[in-house]
């Protein structure tokens, strides 16, 4: 069994909360847009990670990390990438990708809307875990988290923290 931690849309911050959220993940999912290195650096020290660029992230990052990753964990099969939309809007690029790889799991962001829903015409699960930064126009910063054991997904919690703006260095509002 694993705890995973599913995240997206940091551009440039992840919350200090979502790491207490996170203590107990065996491994940490981020679905784009990290927003720069020093952030992807921070989180990839403190769990194992898997990840994928996303549209604003800068050719530093992408050479760290791939457009999209296919890979399985426990016995599901995943697909991650940065922009995928969801059941029936897919990317072009990620229903490709769906067609040819028949994922379990697909996980996006992009869209920093949280959506947790089931597929029926490809029988998968699809995450967006929407966006945990502060830029953007969320209004709540989100991130999920969940087990897998075997084929079974179970017990998901989503985290909400109201989005907090910063104004100049250590200033919150």
């Keep these: 069994m694993l705890k995973i931690g599913i995240l997206s849309d940091t551009h440039g911050y992840i919350p200090p909360q979502l ?59 995943v697909l991650m990438l940065h922009i995928g939309g969801y059941p029936g809007k897919y990317s072009h690029r990620c229903n490709e990708l769906i067609k040819s790889s028949r994922p379990d799991i697909m996980v996006c962001g992009h869209s920093h809307i949280l959506k947790v829903m089931r597929d029926k015409n490809y029988g998968l699960m699809h995450f967006n875990p929407g966006a945990c930064g502060i830029k953007g126009f969320h209004s709540l910063c989100t991130a999920i988290r969940l087990e897998i054991d075997g084929k079974n997904m179970r017990n998901l919690e989503v985290w909400e923290m109201p989005k907090q703006i910063r104004i100049k260095e250590g200033d919150l509002i």
């Design 19 to 77: 790491y207490d959220f996170f203590k107990n993940c065996d491994e940490i999912w981020h679905a784009g847009d990290w927003g720069d290195m020093q952030t992807y650096l921070q989180l990839k020290a403190f769990k194992p990670l898997k990840t994928v660029w996303g549209n604003i992230d800068d050719k530093d990052l992408r050479m760290e990390m791939p457009e999209y990753t296919l890979f399985k964990t426990e016995e599901l099969s």
